[in-house]
Each structure stands twice: as C-alpha cells, then as structure tokens.
C-alpha cells in the first residue's frame, strides 16, 4: 500500500540556523508533492508545490528539493526563526489531483 | 472572504447518536474533502466532490455520507457515531488544474464519541 513517512520526532533547532524535514514515500509515482505547515488547533496552510518532473523549488526562506528515483523530499527553512515553529506535513497528489495522500508531519522547535 | 468555514468546532456525542459536520466555501472552487486528523497519523480522506453533483468514496469512508449541496456547501454524516470515529474532521476545497492544486482547509472539528 501507498506510504508516505515523515520524521516522527520532533526537530529542536536553535534560531537562525537550517531546519531540514525529511519526506519519503513507497509504492507510490506522484504527479505533485507538496509542503504544508499546520500550527496547533489549525488546519493545515499550503506552502510549497514540486512536480516530478522539478529538482528544486524556492520561496523566500523555504526550499524544496524531489528526488523520484530515491522517493524522497527535503524541506529546508534557512534563517529560522521562533516563529516557524510548527508542525509540517508533506503530501502526495497523483495526475487528477483529487486524492492527496498526506504524511503525519514533523514537528519543528525553534529556540530563541 | 473566510475561505472554508466549519460547524460545529466541538461536538460530543454518544455511541449510536448522529450528527451532521457543515462546511462551506466562498472561493468559487470546484473541488470540495473531508478529512479526518488522528494522532500520528497523516490526514486521511473520507470522501470528496470533484464537482458540484459529483461524490467519492476517499481512503476511510466506512461509517459516512456526504452531500454536496451546492457548489459552496459540502456536508458530512454520521448515521451511527462509534467510538472509533473520534477525531478531528477538516474540510478543504481547491481548484484541481490551478498552478499549485492546493487545498484550502477549515479550522477543524473536534469530535469525540463516548
């Protein structure tokens, strides 16, 4: 059966340094991955979308690397900062895009 | 705009009791889901309308129904509550063919059935 797998302990990183989420998947061939960040109480808010056919993706501080031949997604956050303090949570979509697979998330401590 | 609204945020109910979660959308998105949240575990999906007069069975549908109202409104059932379906329920609405097929999620319903 499908299975995405995510850190399941949380990361505690100190403020200003790199924060890397790791993301991999079995039995599965996605048309998308994306990222969401889920803070306590909320839903889920999307953040990052890769294709398969695309290496790397950037936004601002955020950056997502793809890799379909070792089936596996790093999250980065350059310049952490307390306020990205979180859980994230990587998700999966096929070609229609109707059914999204989604990861437990990783929780993600920045200290001050 | 709210966005995705849900209601109720809390509910408590009793084995066999049914009830009826509501969810509605004000971004004119096609696509409307219901998931359900629990504890290490990834949002799983219980049913979804790819359209309006359009709705399918998701990975966990056992023990729901849905309605797609209208192209705003997409409500989830439980005929019978169990035990087993305590969680928390997310509802979310996208445009699938948009550049980024995200989903829009509410704030959640916290069910729990005694």
């Known amino acids: 059966s499908q299975k995405i797998e995510q850190n399941s302990e949380a990361l505690n990183i100190q403020e200003g340094k790199t924060a890397t989420l790791t993301c991999n998947y079995t039995n599965y061939s996605p048309a998308y991955l994306q990222w969401y960040r889920q803070d306590p109480g909320r839903g889920p808010v999307f953040l990052l979308l890769?294709?398969?056919?695309?290496k790397e993706k950037r936004k601002e501080r955020l950056k997502v690397t793809f890799d379909t031949t070792l089936k596996q997604s790093l999250f980065h956050i350059t310049a952490s900062q307390p306020a990205d303090s979180a859980t994230y949570l990587c998700?999966?979509?096929?070609?229609?895009?109707?059914?999204?697979?989604f990861g437990a998330g990783t929780r993600l401590f920045v200290k001050a | 705009n709210a966005g995705v609204t849900q209601t109720p945020k809390f509910q408590v109910l009793k084995t066999g009791q049914s009830m009826t979660l509501q969810c509605a959308q004000d971004m004119n998105h096609n696509s409307m889901y219901w998931y359900r949240q629990d504890p290490g575990m990834g949002l799983r999906l219980i049913y979804y309308s790819a359209s309006e007069g359009t709705t399918d069975k998701g990975e966990v549908p056992n023990g729901y129904n849905v309605s797609r109202l209208n192209k705003r409104e997409f409500s989830l059932r439980l005929e019978s509550a169990a035990p087993s379906q305590t969680s928390v329920y997310f509802c979310?609405?996208?445009?699938?063919?948009?550049?980024?097929?995200?989903?829009?999620f509410g704030p959640g319903t916290r069910l729990t059935v005694l």
């Open positions: 890769i294709r398969e056919n695309e």
């Open positions: 979310a609405s996208s445009d699938v063919g948009q550049l980024y097929n995200e989903q829009f």
């Open positions: 998700a999966l979509q096929n070609t229609g895009g109707f059914k999204t697979i």
